[in-house]
């Protein structure tokens, strides 16, 4: 699983871009459907999402959604956009992560933090046994 970032996080290729100012849907946070971006959502009742990673849980409603997160709630407005949306869970400290449906359309260096790219290619090119190959 990938952390999803906010962009300014990441180098900031203009594909990346204009995927994350895509319209936020609660959609791509089911599993059920071909639009998850986000792993680790499972869908229970109209707009309400648990995490299956932690005591997390989303509930949407009009114009707002409730974030609870163990014994904080958070209400913020409903995101616009895909990064909106990342944005708000790094402010609130709920750790996101892209679904494979990212990982198939972009490049790791798009996605991951700025800080994470060599590290990323550095433990794949180790898992291939060609670690000496990265300069």
């Known amino acids: 699983m990938i952390k999803a970032v906010p962009f300014i996080q990441t180098i900031g290729t203009e594909k990346f871009k204009e995927f994350l100012l895509q319209p936020f849907k609660t959609e791509q946070l089911d599993s059920n ?6 792993d680790g959502w499972i869908y229970t009742e109209e707009e309400i999402y648990f995490n299956k990673i932690g005591r997390i849980t989303l509930n949407f409603h009009s114009t707002f959604y409730l974030v609870q ?3 904080a709630n958070y209400k ?7 990064d909106d949306f990342v944005n708000d869970m790094m402010r609130v ?7 494979d449906l990212v ?6 260096k798009d996605y991951l933090q700025k800080d994470e790219i060599r ?3 550095e433990t794949l090119l180790n898992k291939m046994g060609k670690f000496n190959e990265l300069k």
């Not at 400290?93 to 679904?99: A, C, F, H, N, T």
Request: aromatic share 18%.
């Open 103 to 108: 990982d198939e359309k972009f490049e790791p």
């Open 93 to 99: 400290g709920v750790e996101i992560y892209w679904s």
């Open 76 to 82: 913020l407005p409903i995101p616009k956009t895909i």
């Open 119 to 121: 590290k990323y290619f």
């Open 33 to 38: 459907t071909d639009k998850e971006l986000f």
């Open 69 to 71: 997160l163990n014994d």
